[in-house]
C-alpha cells in the first residue's frame, strides 16, 4: 500500500508563505482524489482542499479558498498545498490524504491513507 510522506510546514508571520509536499512511497499516487486536511489542538480534523486525479477539479474550504492553492504533479507522485496570506488561525497540523473516491471530497471518513502530518504556526 502507498503511504505518504509530508515535508514542509514551520513557523511564519502573518501574511506569510509556506508551501505543504506530500510524496507517495512504495508506489505511485491513485487515480483517486487527495486532499488535505487540519488539525487544531482539541479541535476535529477539518478539511482544506482536495484536487482530483488529473488535476482538473479542485475544491477548497471557505475559510482558505483565495488563499490557499493545490496542486498535484502525477509524474513525481507529489501533491503540494502553497498557502500564503497565512493568518493566526491556520495554525494546525496538516495532513494530507488520498480518498477512495474518484470525485473530491471533504469527508475525512472516506480518505484511507494519510501522511504523517506536519505543524504550520502562524504568529501575530
Known amino acids: 500500500q502507498v503511504q505518504l510522506v509530508q515535508s514542509g510546514g514551520g513557523l511564519v508571520q502573518a501574511g506569510g508563505s509556506l508551501r505543504l509536499s506530500c510524496v507517495a512511497s512504495?508506489?505511485?499516487?491513485?487515480?483517486?482524489?487527495t486532499g488535505w486536511f487540519r488539525q487544531a489542538p482539541g479541535k476535529e480534523r477539518d478539511f482544506v482542499a482536495a484536487?482530483?486525479?488529473?488535476?482538473?477539479?479542485?475544491s477548497y474550504a471557505d475559510s482558505v479558498k483565495g488563499r490557499f492553492t493545490i496542486t498535484r504533479d502525477n509524474d513525481k507522485n507529489t501533491m503540494y498545498l502553497q498557502m500564503d496570506s497565512l493568518k493566526p488561525e491556520d495554525t494546525a497540523v496538516y495532513y494530507c490524504?488520498?480518498?477512495?473516491?474518484?470525485?473530491?471530497?471533504?469527508?475525512?471518513?472516506?480518505?484511507?491513507?494519510w501522511g504523517q502530518g506536519t505543524q504550520v504556526t502562524v504568529s501575530s
Open positions: 484536487i482530483t486525479g488529473n488535476g482538473e477539479t479542485r
Open positions: 490524504g488520498v480518498a477512495r473516491v474518484y470525485l473530491t471530497t471533504r469527508s475525512a471518513v472516506l480518505y484511507d491513507v
Open positions: 512504495g508506489g505511485t499516487f491513485p487515480e483517486y482524489s
